[in-house]
């Protein structure tokens, strides 16, 4: 403790600190006095805290203050990781990362690797870490690394200066995907794809963030041939000669040997782990299907566990007491320049997943927010001239990506934040990670994903539409564009109610802009066109009808003429009226209420411009009184902030009262 206060007195004052956040030295002190003045306190860190390069000191930071003044072990009080992952503790256990041997052993320990090569009986165990993440491509890009199996993850899109490492993979002798779905960034550089087991359909157990594991049991039969990973990785080990170690028949199997590993010698041998569910190892088949949640640890004899850990201290080191790491503060790996004078923030949105390989099949989820967007604080939004829904370019020394502008004076000035989802398959130059600079963190190997100094400027795309069809769409606006070619602009593919979007803007405007876009559309020989042109402002309206239906629809124009997508969207599909057809011409939907702008509650399907309404006309102040009237945030309630937000500034501003009135 000594050293780790040392550190910290060595490192900068509180008044430094406060302004290396962006605080008043008075909130910080303000919040330090509140720390001191609150036993029961907890540290909820999350991903702005890991993905940093030097995201291990900050997260020993946290320990340290914790254990320092002892707000561990006890009800209320701990650091609390907020991982983004949903069984990233299971993932631990069971020894998921490089640097890690199953049941919370290293593999730098020597004596970790003894027990387990005893209990394995294995002639030889690895001495030395594997390679993280960010290493194992830059390996396979200089040729150290020729073979690779990708399980449950989409790196492509996902690690920092992605285009590296497609190049990379794209190079590599051998690429094995493991996938659920038939097109991702990395299925289209597979040379053997294999059809993997989707959430639903996989057999076995996860770990919660409280240490327990739960049964997880198929709720729907395999797709065809797809089968659970530990299936392919035994086959492929029986084959290479492992039959004998690799024998499972059934997920009891791997999980009674691996409970059996986590008891193992626990305590005998001075190797004393937290991790032991040793209780569990000898469940019987029927036993293992019935299994109730159960927390760990759960050691051989126990039948329930209560344990808090580190109550009474008690820590899992050689003499049991904890060890506090001294830190200070260091730079991050590259900082703003004149060249690249903003810093490029990237984190996840509220209705999508990861790469959105799954949930951005689902139009029920892309309506709240349907394409890429940078976020700028208004004023450095002024100072680049650039308003809300322009096309924004972000470029750092690795790459380039191509964004919709969004103004939120939440933002912090001189940053610029974008969202991680979008990839290759459904957008030509909006995937993030091409532009997020390769520094990690030296002990995690996490990536950087959270400042990289980037140049911003207004993309110069003087034709923005959009096409809306029952076919889905490629991302590609030209027909003779190779598979990894780049369109010339911006070019994103949004799956709607019935069918599929796909917004543009393009460089160049084709000189025959209505046979361009009849071209994308490709509808049958047998469907009416009907049509509005303004070609001196490069406005287009088509619409394609087959025996009254509309099946396709394409608009050009500046971007503040087209008309609101989820009116449109709703349009696809359905039997048009006469007042529809004009409407659909001169943009404007006949009946206001038809336009209810993007979609706020996901869950009940309720728009912006509904929202915006109800507050104006029935006076509603509170997000209580909105969800009683329109029931919007009152399920999952993800959207209450937002819709707090629309009441601040949809309320109707209340009439001065003169001073006499108020008497």
């Given at each position: 403790i000594d050293a780790a206060l040392a550190a910290a007195h060595a490192d900068v004052a509180l008044a430094d600190v406060a302004t290396r956040l962006g605080v008043t030295p008075e909130a910080l002190n303000t919040f330090v006095q509140w720390f001191i003045d609150t036993p029961k306190a907890m540290t909820l860190f999350s991903m702005g805290v890991n993905q940093s390069g030097q995201g291990t000191d900050k997260v020993n930071a946290i320990i340290?203050?914790?254990?320092?003044?002892?707000?561990?072990?006890?009800?209320?009080?701990?650091?609390?990781?907020?991982?983004?992952?949903?069984?990233?503790?299971?993932?631990r256990e069971v020894g998921g990362?490089?640097?890690?041997?199953?049941?919370?052993?290293?593999?730098?320990?020597?004596?970790?690797?003894?027990?387990?090569?005893?209990?394995?009986?294995?002639?030889?165990?690895i001495d030395q870490a594997g390679l993280k993440a960010v290493d194992l491509f830059d390996a396979i890009a200089v040729g150290k690394v020729k073979?690779?199996?990708?399980?449950?993850?989409?790196?492509?899109?996902?690690?920092?200066?992605?285009?590296?490492?497609?190049?990379?993979?794209?190079?590599?002798?051998?690429?094995?995907?493991?996938?659920?779905?038939?097109?991702?960034?990395?299925?289209?550089?597979?040379?053997?794809?294999?059809?993997?087991?989707?959430?639903?359909?996989?057999?076995?157990?996860?770990?919660?963030s409280e240490r327990r594991i739960s049964r997880q049991r198929a709720v729907l039969p395999a797709a065809g041939e797809a089968r659970p990973d530990w299936w392919a990785l035994a086959q492929v080990a029986q084959k290479m000669g492992f039959a004998e170690g690799f024998a499972y028949q059934h997920p009891h199997d791997v999980f009674v040997e691996h409970a059996a590993l986590s008891g193992f010698q626990n305590d005998a041998t001075g190797v004393r782990r937290d991790f032991d569910i040793s209780a569990l190892a000898d469940l019987t088949f029927a036993e293992y299907q019935a299994l109730a949640p159960v927390q760990w640890p759960l050691k051989k004899g126990q039948t329930d566990s209560s344990t808090r850990l580190f109550a009474q201290g008690d820590f899992?080191?050689?003499?049991?007491?904890?060890?506090?790491?001294?830190?200070?503060?260091?730079?991050?790996?590259?900082?703003?320049?004149?060249?690249?004078?903003?810093?490029?923030?990237?984190?996840?949105?509220?209705?999508?997943?990861?790469?959105?390989?799954?949930?951005?099949?689902?139009?029920?989820?892309?309506?709240?927010?349907d394409e890429p967007f940078a976020e700028l604080h208004p004023h450095d939004a002024e100072a680049l001239g650039v308003k809300a829904g322009d096309i924004l370019a972000l470029q750092s020394a690795w790459g380039q990506a191509l964004a919709r502008v969004s103004v939120n004076d939440g933002q912090q000035k001189g940053m610029v934040f974008m969202p991680i989802h979008w990839t290759g398959v459904n957008s030509s130059q909006s995937r993030v990670g091409s532009v997020v600079n390769p520094v990690v963190d030296p002990h995690s190997g996490q990536p950087e994903?959270?400042?990289?100094?980037?140049?911003?400027?207004?993309?110069?795309?003087?034709?923005?539409?959009?096409?809306?069809?029952?076919?889905?769409?490629?991302?590609?606006?030209?027909?003779?564009?190779?598979?990894?070619?780049?369109?010339?602009g911006y070019v994103v593919n949004v799956r709607v109610g019935a069918g599929s979007r796909q917004e543009f803007a393009l460089t160049d405007v084709p000189s025959d802009l209505l046979g361009w876009l009849s071209q994308q559309v490709n509808a049958p020989v047998d469907a009416n066109r009907i049509e509005y042109l303004d070609l001196s402002r490069g406005v287009v309206r088509a619409a394609w009808l087959q025996a009254g239906r509309?099946?396709?629809?394409?608009?050009?124009?500046?971007?503040?003429?087209?008309?609101t997508r989820g009116w449109?969207?709703?349009?696809?599909?359905?039997?048009?009226?006469?007042?529809d057809r004009r409407s659909l011409l001169s943009g404007i939907a006949a009946d206001p209420a038809a336009d209810v702008g993007p979609i706020i509650c996901s869950?009940?399907?309720?728009?912006?411009?509904?929202?915006?309404?109800?507050?104006?006309?029935?006076?509603?102040?509170?997000?209580?009184?909105?969800?009683?009237?329109?029931?919007?945030?009152?399920?999952?309630?993800?959207?209450?902030?937002?819709?707090?937000?629309?009441?601040?500034?949809?309320?109707?501003?209340?009439?001065?009262?003169?001073?006499?009135?108020?008497?």
């Open positions: 340290n203050l914790h254990l320092a003044t002892g707000r561990i072990g006890k009800v209320g009080a701990g650091p609390f990781s907020l991982t983004g992952q949903p069984n990233a503790m299971g993932g990362l490089a640097n890690m041997l199953a049941a919370h052993m290293e593999i730098a320990e020597p004596s970790h690797r003894a027990l387990v090569q005893t209990f394995w009986q294995s002639p030889v165990i073979a690779v199996w990708i399980m449950a993850t989409n790196p492509i899109v996902s690690l920092p200066n992605a285009d590296e490492v497609r190049a990379a993979l794209a190079a590599c002798p051998l690429v094995v995907v493991s996938e659920v779905m038939a097109d991702t960034d990395c299925t289209r550089v597979a040379d053997v794809l294999l059809p993997a087991m989707g959430w639903s359909e996989k057999d076995g157990t996860v770990t919660n899992f080191t050689a003499n049991r007491r904890a060890r506090l790491v001294p830190v200070s503060h260091q730079p991050t790996g590259y900082s703003p320049s004149d060249q690249y004078p903003f810093v490029l923030n990237t984190g996840r949105i509220r209705d999508q997943w990861h790469t959105m390989s799954r949930t951005g099949l689902t139009a029920r989820l892309t309506r709240h927010i994903l959270k400042f990289t100094p980037v140049a911003l400027h207004k993309a110069l795309l003087p034709q923005h539409g959009f096409i809306c069809t029952l076919a889905a769409l490629p991302v590609s606006v030209d027909p003779d564009l190779s598979e990894t070619a780049q369109p010339e509309l099946i396709a629809l394409a608009m050009t124009g500046p971007a503040d003429t087209l008309p449109t969207d709703s349009l696809l599909g359905t039997v048009l009226s006469d007042s869950c009940f399907a309720v728009g912006q411009k509904t929202i915006c309404n109800a507050i104006k006309d029935q006076k509603l102040s509170t997000v209580a009184a909105v969800g009683q009237c329109l029931k919007a945030g009152t399920n999952c309630g993800s959207c209450q902030s937002e819709i707090a937000k629309l009441i601040e500034q949809c309320a109707p501003i209340a009439p001065a009262v003169s001073p006499a009135l108020l008497g």
